[in-house]
């Protein structure tokens, strides 16, 4: 049976606008501030860095946009430990400039703090502040869940507003202990335990077929150059 969801999986043509949407959403939040304090440079920082790992979510992940295009969510698939994207420190010194250091810390600190378990990681809700937000989030997330409860793993995030916490929480997270950010804000660490029914009983989960098979195949081509697939 065919399944209509508000959502379509992200191909790599549409890096462009995901970026743009995440940019559009961490930009004007206290954590943009305190990463690029330079209003002027802070989007162009932001999108710079955030094409970095949504390039390398569309290789061990999976990133959903809903149809109209108004919101995305960027997920990694965290069954096993992966890589950081290619040539990192490199290009995260150019897209950050004098700013690096501080995306470095907040990597840091919100890596050291990841669960251990097979999981699949949100790496971002991109909704951008305007008077559709609230619907647009909730229709994004909901449909990104859709399609990443066949792959048999639970859920984590990391939310850094009290609004997206209270959505996650409706839609099944529960929390874990929190931490605070490198600016001192503290982020709740919400995790959703994969639901017990499945949209398919003869849907094997991804946990079973962790060793067979790659997460994307497109990990295999990636251009050293500039970390883009060849003929993406």
């Known amino acids: ?6 959502v379509n999986r992200a191909r790599w043509r549409d890096i462009d606008w995901i970026v743009d949407l995440v ?4 930009a004007p939040t206290p ?19 955030a094409r970095i790992w949504v390039e390398h979510a569309l290789l061990f992940g999976d990133a959903f ?14 069954y096993r430990p992966i890589p950081p994207p290619s040539r990192y420190d490199e290009r995260l010194e150019h897209a950050g400039g004098e700013h690096a ?16 378990e097979a999981h699949n990681h949100m790496a971002f809700l991109a909704a951008p502040p305007d008077a559709g937000r609230a619907g647009q989030a909730a229709a994004v997330l909901a449909g990104s869940h859709r399609w990443m409860d066949t792959l048999g793993l639970p859920m984590y995030a990391e939310v850094h507003s009290s609004t997206d916490r209270r959505l996650f929480r409706r839609l099944g997270y529960r929390d874990r202990p929190d931490l605070s950010r490198p600016d001192g804000i503290p982020v709740d660490l919400l995790w959703r335990p994969l639901p017990e029914t499945r949209l398919d009983r003869g849907t094997e989960p991804l946990a079973g077929r962790v060793g067979r ?3 994307r195949a497109l990990a295999a081509v990636v251009d050293p150059a500039g970390g883009a697939p060849v003929g993406g």
């Open 1 to 6: 049976m065919q399944i209509n969801l508000p």
């Open 101 to 116: 250091a501080r995306f470095r810390r907040l990597d840091h600190v919100l890596a050291a703090r990841r669960p251990d």
């Open 213 to 215: 098979q790659p997460v």
């Open 65 to 78: 946009l809903l149809k109209d295009g108004a919101a995305a969510t960027v997920w990694f698939h965290r």
């Open 23 to 26: 940019t559009a959403t961490v």
């Open 31 to 49: 954590l943009g501030l305190w990463l690029v304090p330079d209003e002027r440079r802070r989007p162009a920082v932001v999108a710079a860095v």
